[in-house]
């Protein structure tokens, strides 16, 4: 069985006779939301018989979900081979965001991030990546509309063909139809990655994690940096293509004792003046498992105040979902020690 997600529209129709066909099952599956082709009435009787022998529609099951007292919802997608897909649903007031993942597990071992303690496991398929944001979407109908970030687990540029058609698959004005706008990709600055994203006729926001804002700190914190160091990072950022208004964004993780203090953000300032850009302040997300501490709130407004006095524009990001995990750089493979006073379903 071929899974239909893994597809782009222009594949399909070269496959399909006659070529239409693509459009057609294309509109009943992400748009219609059918799973099963013979309530595809515009497609005749045995045509449906012999797709639905070949053709894989059904979204994948979830495997568990996780229910935060402030609305987040993590969910574990179960794949075809056992594995678990992590993607969480943020309700927000006036949008809500989706964050998919694009790996299991992530191989980068950024030092503060659950997932970079796991090592990588396997990429996901362009199907695996489109169907999380599909089931989020599914699940909690509002009528706010969304959008989509690959900050989940995974190194999106480390998959990169498969992240880059799940895009152009969300795109697809006879799929979900996402705009370019609403879809944000995260990357850990994989510098070749990012010169040939440039290139794409098809590019959506890029967000870089930064966190340390000198290579010597970077380095310690997230090993991708003495392959790429901050100056080379930085100067693709500068050259990047953007649209009229668009920005890129900077995530910076404020880890106490180490990324905090008034001379870091003096740093960040030096490394984003004169690009487009705004940051955004991410206050450590604490776990058992990681020897770093939260700053305390006024260490963060301190900071951050340093940021917009340099006209820097600067948000502290809200920490949601941390009682189910869902939090950045939470996502991990042990369920064993789940917190247990959350709900679940499925
Ligand atoms: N690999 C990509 C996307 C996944 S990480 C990237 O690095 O951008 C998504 C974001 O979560 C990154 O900005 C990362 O710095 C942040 N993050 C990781 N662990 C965290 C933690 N424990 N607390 C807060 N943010 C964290």
New binding site residues.
Partial sequence: MKFFFDYEKTELASIFDPPFRATQIYKGVYQRSFDDFELMTDLPKPSRASFSEEWNIKLPSVHRRFDSIDETRRYLVRLEDGELAETVYIPEENRDTI?I??QIG?A?A?T?????QLGLTRNLTPGEIVTQALIAQRENTSSRGFNIV?????????NYDNVMKAIRILHDEDGLNMSMSRITL????LLPAIKRLAGEPMIPNL?????GATNEKRNEL?PINRRYPIEQLLDAIRRFPLKHRQRVTF????LRGITDAPEDALHLVKLVKGIRAKV?L??????EE?N?R?PPDAVVERFQQILIHHNISAFV?K?RGNDISA????LKKKWADEPQNVSFSH
Avoid: D, K, W
């Fill in positions: 964050c993942s694009s992530c980068l950024c503060f991030c659950l997932t970079g690959l900050m989940g687990m995974g190194e999106p540029l480390h995260s990357t850990a600055g967000a870089i994690s930064l966190t997230m995530e910076y993780v404020l955004n991410i206050p450590f997300n604490e776990a990681l770093y939260r990001r920490n939090a950045c750089g939470q």
